[in-house]
């Protein structure tokens, strides 16, 4: 009888501790293990140059006469995208879902002719595949479910 006692008591001061911290207007533990806080703060305003792409280390982003390097950049006030993929300029839609969700849709680039464009080739199919992400302000991974990040980024 005092066991279970003591355990409707626990029991209590948890649910009580949860609706306290609620209340303040922090988010609970759970909101920040699920993901729930919005990050979309730590994607705009950079630009975030490409390093990695399915598992391989990007070196030379510049395919290009200028040098450019290979980037993304994100506009939250339209929810864009823009950014050079190595050969061609690109744009497109972007929407943040609960728990770090994205989906890029409409991405369409120029049709400049370059030598080599498997890069970009890649990186617009992860657009078309990533369906989260993962962004510490710093780095800004592109991935699929639970798979290797399609795509690592680093803001400039």
Same mark, same amino acid.
């Given at each position: ?17 949860? %609706?306290?911290?609620? @209340?303040? &207007? ?10 729930? %806080? ?5 994607? +705009? ?8 792409? %399915? ?7 510049? +395919? ?24 061609? &300029? =690109?744009?497109?839609? =972007? !929407?943040?879902? !609960? ?6 849709? @409409?991405?369409?680039? +120029? ?5 080599? +464009? !498997? ?8 657009? !078309?595949?990533?369906? %989260? =992400? ?6 800004? @991974? ?13 803001? @400039?």
């Amino acid at each position: 009888m005092l066991r279970t006692f003591s355990i409707i008591c626990s029991v209590a001061v948890l649910i009580l501790a949860c %609706n306290s911290q609620k @209340q303040s &207007g922090e988010p609970a533990i759970t909101d920040i293990v699920l993901g729930k %806080n919005d990050t979309a703060n730590l994607l +705009t305003g950079k630009k975030w140059i490409l390093k990695e792409l %399915n598992g391989v280390i990007i070196t030379d982003t510049s +395919t290009n006469p200028d040098k450019k390097p290979i980037f993304l950049e994100f506009k939250d006030s339209a929810k864009t995208i823009n950014g050079f993929g190595g050969c061609n &300029g =690109y744009g497109g839609n =972007y !929407e943040l879902k !609960e728990g770090n969700r994205i989906q890029f849709s @409409q991405v369409v680039s +120029t049709m400049m002719a370059c030598e080599n +464009t !498997e890069t970009e080739v890649k990186l617009f199919k992860v657009y !078309e595949t990533a369906d %989260n =992400y993962f962004s510490d302000g710093k780095k800004l @991974q592109l991935n699929k479910a639970k798979m290797a990040p399609l795509a690592v980024f680093e803001a @400039q």
